[in-house]
Nanobody
């Protein structure tokens, strides 16, 4: 069992930056690949980024590539999402998720545990 708690969301102007954190409970954090998803009002939840258990492999949605960076600190049981050059269309609730399988995981159904989400609002 893994419990995930996101933090770091807030209100930022377009062009600004935010860093989201996701703290995981449990001693098996390194066994999980981790992902970030987001859900904008009236839209389905979508994949944002993925990182392997070791941190050596990452994968991004085209919409955030070059602007967002996913990373993890296994000693702190924490995964991060650094978001730069934010745009109003990045406004959404951001969720972190944990997956017990290896490999690139881009779909909601592939993830086993979810956080409660943190709101990110980008003003124009």
């Amino acid at each position: 069992q893994v419990q995930l708690v996101e933090s770091g969301g807030g209100l930022v102007q377009a062009g600004g930056s935010l860093r989201l954190s996701c703290a995981a409970s449990g001693r098996t954090f390194t066994s999980y690949t981790m992902g970030w998803f987001r859900q904008a009002p009236g839209k389905e939840r979508e994949f944002v980024a993925h990182i392997s258990w070791s941190g050596s492999s990452t994968y991004y949605a085209d919409s955030v590539k070059g602007r967002f960076t996913i990373s993890r600190d296994n000693a702190k049981n924490t995964v991060y999402l650094q978001m730069n050059s934010l745009k109003p269309e990045d406004t959404a609730v951001y969720y972190c998720a944990a997956c017990r399988a290896n490999g690139i995981r881009r779909h909601e159904y592939e993830y086993d545990y979810w956080g409660q989400g943190t709101q990110v609002t980008v003003s124009s």
